[in-house]
């Protein structure tokens, strides 16, 4: 009888032995997977913010060449942050005013604004003119508003 519960006891630490190396088997795949999923995630909004990118270039160049633009480079920053109540906080998204670093003169141009700061001037306009298209007299949803996200080192 003591061998018959011996070799049961082995067989059960065996099968528990087994079923741990399964589970962590499992862990680990499961692990693998999540880590892939997240990469997919990311990829794809990285995909999707390239695809809204493309459309606001788009809808910009549109304007531009049909003569819509209501923001121009040759426009004073005054008159930019004048034309709609966010065209501020476009303005700062791309560390043009909003800040003590980044303070600008109102009566300035705002290419001579973007260029002082180091930016380059077609994302502004486009964020500006599309801003404007959008949200002609009305507030813009903090979500649709398209500002870089600029990090400072």
């Known amino acids: 009888m003591f061998y018959i519960a011996l070799l049961v006891g082995a ?3 065996l099968w ?16 693998r997977l999540g880590s892939r999923l997240n990469d997919l995630r ?8 390239a695809r809204q990118q493309t459309i ?19 426009m004073t920053v005054d008159a930019v942050t004048a034309s ?3 065209a ?13 670093s980044c303070a ?3 009566s300035a141009r705002l290419e001579e604004a973007v260029a002082e700061n180091g930016g380059q001037l077609e994302p502004v306009l486009v964020a500006l003119n599309i801003l404007l298209a959008e ?19």
């Open 11 to 13: 067989v059960a630490l």
């Open 16 to 31: 528990a032995w087994r079923c741990s190396r399964a589970v962590k088997d499992l862990r680990e795949r499961n692990e």
């Open 42 to 49: 990311l990829e794809m909004h990285r995909a999707d913010e």
């Open 56 to 74: 606001a270039q788009l809808r910009f160049e549109l304007m531009r060449q049909s003569g819509g633009l209501k923001v121009t480079g040759d």
């Open 84 to 86: 709609h109540p966010q």
């Open 88 to 100: 501020a906080a476009v303005l700062a998204g791309f560390h043009i005013g909003g800040c003590a």
């Open 104 to 106: 600008v003169d109102g």
């Open 135 to 153: 949200g002609a007299g009305r507030r813009v949803a903090e979500e649709q508003l398209k500002t870089p996200n600029v990090q400072l080192a």
